[in-house]
């Protein structure tokens, strides 16, 4: 079709119930970003009030292409079969389906001038959560290969006075610290390269705050998060009319990707919503949107879990495990994750130097086998969880020894080891065979383990993969990344009642992407309270609570040396999804019963927590204090963490103003997890109005560092 046979403008709206984005086709079947905001219900007049010059018009591109008329980072980049670099990509159709009740998809399809080369972008509209979905399809039918080098899941292009970036960086025990940034002129690129574990020092996900730093219940944000595990870029440039492009997905550093003549490429999805009202919105319609669409079974509360590593580590035999699992179920813990070390014969799991591929349990330390833990477990009324680390190897093992081809490997080049591990090249369909096998098999010998805990503990080095032929190298980092997807949806569709947890080093695998196929994730190896306070801030942005493994452990915290009051350690992994790490035999009489007090609390207060919405009240990044609080959608139930994370006078009475709730309504406010020493709230017990409870708030007597408190809210009818 010829293109500039398109003699009218084209308005393509996708709306949700408060947002929409609108783009459109001009004449020359161009298609263009024009509005993304608050929802428009005649986005056709929007043609009229936006200015829309030839200028700027060029830089507003809704993907942007190599070769076309923005000369800035491109969304899309490739080489055709006869070596033309660049794409001049029209618009040649579109269609909105609704998928149901919730869904409307938008498919826009637009067509190389020259060459049979198209490009489909898929949005999905979700609308009640207002949240977006972006992916871009591109489908060669040309004579021969055509070479990707940018391909994008997301393109949007926006203009504010002034640009803040919130993102979030970390370090291995230190992941998700938040960071607010005003964006200059240039570039400014969030991405890993590390192929696995790739969000242990930054995130796939953004806020932009327009105008002014981001504030959390006002000021125009748009926030977003990529769905991929693998190499990710978030990019955001700044021209020089103050226009800022961004564009996410995949990173294209060093993986030029072939795709044949008849082929398809599809980029993993992108999630993206606006809000008017600050970060906080940004926040609960993320968590909505995924507990609904993007985790496993997100509606069904989590249990607590109690994991042998911080309590055990690699020393223990069946006598240490079941009287952890004994002193687990007295203290109402649900489910018994046995970490790693159970494993290896030849070679046995009892440090971390050998034994990782051989998943035969060791005979040494667990004689009577698996079942033996899982009768002791359901004899003491709890469920059985293990570990696993199946993308990865020793060196020291029989696997290494049998299986040399199946790691990835740089060629002529001495191997350089991490945690004295290599990495399996999932590239090959043979390694996913057998890293599916490894899981399966457990679950199909022991079909009564309840939970798996999936580590990965080191990221990509020694790139190179003894599978994929000389010239097509490059794809590792994708093909990697997509074998291991292919494994997860094979064992979750047999395997559908079991619940998984991404772990990688900790907080290295929680990103939407791994998320669809788990049910939770391990925010990091820093158990320790106060760091959590920080630590899960920064996680909560995006990533929800039920999905949010946070332990108590013991103290001093083995990572970081502090040493914390058991009230702060569960006052903090209360607001996310609670377990327990240690070794409970080490504990008092008196912590022994507290701890189980908290457990019992936090079961009846679990489903405002890990169903709620969250309000974020005082930034710990701001204050030497911390608070945020769940509101159940009903909102008649709700729970207030506060934390102080220093000494204050003792003339400081801190107030805390509530959110969400109805201001009509009259709640009861209870303490929670108070010690016999302590009661931080003079109100408890008695009833408030929300109006009060929002407008003048909540007085809280944590003075001193390290001091904490919980209140839990029940409307009175
Ligand atoms: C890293 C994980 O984050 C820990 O929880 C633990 O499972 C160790 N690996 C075991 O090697």
């Known amino acids: 079709m010829n293109a500039d046979a398109l003699d009218k403008k084209r308005v393509i709206a996708i709306d949700t119930q408060n947002t929409s984005l609108v783009l459109m086709a001009n004449n020359k079947g161009f298609v263009f970003h024009k509005y993304y905001g608050e929802r428009q219900a005649t986005p056709e007049n929007l043609l009229d009030v936006i200015p829309f010059d030839k200028m700027r018009m060029e830089t507003f591109e809704a993907l942007s292409v190599f070769g076309g008329e923005y000369p800035g980072e491109p969304s ?112 400014k690129i969030i991405d890993s390269k590390k192929g696995v574990r790739t969000t242990q020092a930054e995130n796939p996900s953004f806020m932009l705050s327009l105008g002014q730093p981001a504030e959390e219940e006002q000021g125009t944000v748009i926030g977003g998060a990529l769905a991929w595990s693998g190499n990710y870029r978030l990019c955001f440039e700044l021209d020089s009319l103050n226009i800022l492009h961004m564009n996410a997905g995949m990173n294209p550093f060093g993986s030029a990707y072939h795709v044949e003549s008849g082929k398809t490429f599809e980029t993993p999805r992108f ?79 009892n440090n971390d130097k050998a034994g990782l591929g051989d998943w035969q349990v060791n005979k040494k330390k667990l004689p009577r086998g698996i079942d033996y833990l899982i009768d002791h477990a359901e004899k003491e009324g709890i469920k059985f969880g293990i570990w696993v680390e199946p993308e990865m190897v020793n060196p020291k093992s029989e696997l290494a020894e049998n299986h040399p081809d199946w790691i990835v490997q740089r060629p002529h080049r001495e191997l350089l080891e991490m945690r004295h591990q290599l990495l399996l090249d999932l590239s090959n369909p043979a390694v996913q065979d057998f890293v599916f096998k490894v899981v399966d098999d457990l679950l199909v010998k022991h079909p009564r383990i309840a939970y798996i805990k999936w580590d990965a503990n080191r990221h990509v080095q020694n790139f190179g993969s003894p599978y994929l032929p000389a010239d097509r190298q490059s794809h590792l980092w994708i093909d990697y990344t997509r074998g291991l997807y292919s494994v997860y949806g094979r064992l979750m569709a047999k395997h559908p009642k079991v619940i998984f947890q991404a772990c990688s080093s900790g907080g290295g695998r929680v990103d939407f992407g791994a998320l669809a196929y788990h049910h939770e994730f391990c925010a990091s190896d820093n158990t320790d309270a106060f760091s959590r306070i920080f630590l899960q801030w920064g996680t909560s942005h995006f990533y929800p609570a ?35 790490e240690l070794q409970p035999a080490d504990m008092t009489g008196e912590e022994m019963e507290y701890s189980k007090k908290c457990i019992a609390e936090y079961k009846r207060i679990r489903d405002v927590v890990q169903l709620g919405d969250l309000y974020r009240l005082v930034s710990p990044y701001k204050e030497d204090r911390s608070a945020l609080m769940y509101v159940t959608p009903e909102k008649n139930r709700a729970v207030v963490f506060a934390y102080s994370t220093r000494y204050h006078s003792r003339q400081d009475h801190p107030t805390v103003k509530l959110h969400g709730l109805e201001p009509d309504r009259e709640y009861k406010v209870k303490e929670l997890n108070s010690t016999s020493k302590s009661k931080l709230f003079n109100g408890n017990g008695k009833t408030f109005s929300g109006n009060f409870l929002m407008n003048n708030g909540v007085q809280l007597k944590i003075r001193k560092a390290n001091e904490s408190v919980v209140l839990e809210l029940t409307e009175v009818k």
């Open 546 to 580: 039920m999905a949010m493994g946070a332990h108590v452990s013991g103290s001093p915290n083995h990572q970081t040396g502090n040493s914390s009051p058991l009230k702060l350690r569960f006052d903090v992994a209360m607001s996310g999804r609670l377990g327990v």
């Open 76 to 187: 899309l980049k490739a080489t055709h079969a006869d070596g033309n670099m660049t794409t001049d990509l029209r618009y040649q159709s579109h269609t909105q389906t609704k998928i149901d009740d919730n869904i409307v998809e938008t498919r826009i399809r637009l067509k190389d001038t020259y060459y049979p080369f198209f490009v489909t972008l898929v949005y999905r509209a979700y609308q009640a959560e207002d949240i977006i979905t972006s992916q871009v399809f591109i489908e060669n039918k040309e004579d021969g290969a055509v070479v990707l080098e940018n391909f994008a899941s997301f393109d949007l292009v926006t203009e504010g006075r002034e640009y803040w970036l919130t993102h979030f960086h970390g370090a291995w025990a230190n992941e998700m610290q938040m960071e607010e940034e005003k964006l200059g002129k240039g570039i």
């Open 271 to 349: 999630t993206f919503t606006y809000s008017a009202n600050g970060k906080g919105p940004v926040t609960r319609r993320f968590h909505r949107w995924a507990r609904r669409y993007s985790l496993r079974d997100g509606d069904m509360p989590r249990p607590v879990v109690l994991n042998s590593w911080e309590g055990a580590y690699f020393t223990f035999d069946e006598d240490t495990l079941t009287k952890m699992m004994t002193h687990a179920a007295g203290l109402g813990v649900e489910m018994f994750v046995l970490d790693d070390g159970w494993f290896g014969n030849k070679y046995p799991r």
